[in-house]
């Protein structure tokens, strides 16, 4: 399903993705970053980070995408790719909680746009978070239940 997204159509999100940074509430760091999540269903859902003055509560511009997807349309929706923007002309691949959260109702093949030290950067999810937790790991072996 992912791997068949045209190019435009990535094109189109990473669009989005900068016009969601361009609402950034950052006055802290100044680093202005959105995202957006292209839903199963082809709908567009936005999101930025929006910082707080103690820091520690601050929340990404994915998992702010990702919590309004899940307000409005439900626990069920699947994500098929993600953009991330930036208006600082840096790179900012998702962070590792960001990464946990997306997996959640990602696939291995949901792709992944974003500015990565050496330029534009698209990666499959499993790429993206190898080794994201996973209750299921028990179901493996990998890890004994009490
Ligand atoms: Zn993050």
Redesign the pocket.
């Known amino acids: 399903m992912t791997t068949s997204l045209a190019q435009t159509a990535l094109d189109n999100l990473l669009e989005e993705a900068k016009k969601a940074a361009a609402n950034s509430y950052s006055p802290y760091s100044g680093f202005k970053v959105g995202a957006a999540l292209r839903l199963a269903n082809g709908t567009v859902v936005t999101g930025t980070n929006v910082e707080n003055v103690s820091y520690g509560l601050t929340i990404?511009a994915?998992?702010a995408a990702l919590v309004r997807a899940v307000s409005e349309f439900g626990p069920e929706i699947r994500i098929a790719a993600v953009a991330v923007a930036n208006l600082n002309d840096a790179a900012s691949p998702?962070?590792g909680?960001?990464r946990q959260m997306l997996a959640e109702f990602a696939a291995p093949d949901t792709l992944v746009i974003f500015p990565a030290a050496d330029g534009m950067t698209t990666m499959p999810f499993d790429q993206v978070l190898p080794l994201g937790f996973d209750m299921s790991l028990k179901k493996t072996g990998k890890i004994e239940q009490a």
């Open positions: 990404c994915e998992r998702p962070c909680a960001c």
